[in-house]
């Protein structure tokens, strides 16, 4: 069993809170967590420019002069890569970055970035941060209690508009609903804070899980 530490809003170690390792795949696969997070980065990856080549750009095809018996270098057309205006050697085209990521990968690969943070003593738990209305100061305050200011990406239970809203503007701090974490959101950053109830919400869906596919 793995423990994780949980802490009140003061920064103070309160408990801890336990989560098999079984449920996170028990041994972490670098490759498959370099697969997925190359996958996320692809498809993120517009693909849109696009340029013109020599053979889109206005101009005549004729040459500018004869090849031979001026003394000078051979030129080509207007639409000549060499001159401005004229078309761009191996001009951009659209592509498609699009990498396929299995449903089964990209929860192992979840999983498995969770269990990373629990091993590096890089997750922890926060209870009792209720907020009745955005305030930045405090949780900016609470990161700093529990060494967090390099980065963290903060789960909630569900969408908390009055936590997002205050810790949005926070350098290098994410928050999300526990239901929307991926791989690449976890890796990105230095910490990884639960709320109780969304750790609590997040191992409860990984037994779900476990006694489905038997």
Known sequence: ML??????????????ESIDEALLGRQVNPALLKQVVVG???????????TRGRGEVEGSTRKLYRQKGTGRARMGTVRTCLRRGGGVAFAKQVRDFRQTL???MRRQARNQAVLVKIQSDDALIVDGLKLDQPKTARVARLLGKV???AGCVLATAGLDPVLYKSGRNIPRTEVRDVAELNALDILSRRKLIFTREAFVAFRDGLVSAQSRSR
């Open 40 to 50: 996320y980065q692809a498809n993120r990856r517009q693909g849109h420019a696009v």
């Open 102 to 104: 299995p449903k089964k």
């Open 3 to 16: 423990s994780v530490p949980v802490y009140n809003e003061a920064g103070e170690r309160i408990g801890s």
């Open 147 to 149: 060494n967090a200011t």
